[in-house]
């Protein structure tokens, strides 16, 4: 569905703990839009720093926030991404029709 265009995060989100980065990706049809992934790290017996997805139930409102923070950034770059597409491409329609949602 999409063709990944860079490994590297284009943002990340810390909230008490949790750790958020968030990717652009590029559809088949040429439009952007974003995903994210979230961690938080832990150190293991030894000493040694380790990541994880999975989260305590006490990390709930911490993960949750950083979702929130993560959907506003990604709808204001969203905006950002259409802005500059409607002035390449001269006026057209402020929503868009089915086709050129990018999922």
Same mark, same amino acid.
């Given at each position: 569905?999409?063709?990944?265009?860079?490994?590297?995060?284009?943002?990340?989100?810390?909230?008490?703990?949790?750790?958020?980065?968030? %990717? @652009? @990706?590029?559809?088949? @049809?040429?439009? !952007?839009?974003?995903?994210?992934?979230?961690?938080?790290?832990? @150190?293991?017996?030894?000493?040694?720093?380790?990541?994880?997805?999975?989260?305590?139930?006490?990390? !709930?409102?911490?993960?949750?926030?950083?979702?929130?923070?993560?959907?506003? %950034?990604?709808?204001?770059?969203?905006?950002?991404?259409?802005?500059?597409?409607?002035?390449?491409?001269?006026?057209?329609?402020?929503?868009?029709?089915?086709?050129?949602?990018?999922?």
């Amino acid at each position: 569905m999409s063709t990944e265009q860079n490994n590297d995060p284009v943002h990340h989100i810390y909230v008490q703990g949790v750790r958020l980065a968030i %990717w @652009k @990706k590029v559809s088949d @049809k040429g439009k !952007a839009f974003y995903t994210y992934k979230t961690q938080r790290a832990y @150190k293991d017996e030894k000493g040694n720093v380790k990541y994880t997805d999975s989260f305590p139930m006490s990390m !709930a409102q911490a993960e949750r926030k950083a979702i929130d923070m993560a959907h506003t %950034w990604s709808l204001a770059k969203q905006q950002e991404d259409f802005e500059a597409q409607k002035s390449d491409n001269g006026p057209q329609s402020d929503y868009p029709v089915e086709d050129e949602i990018p999922y």
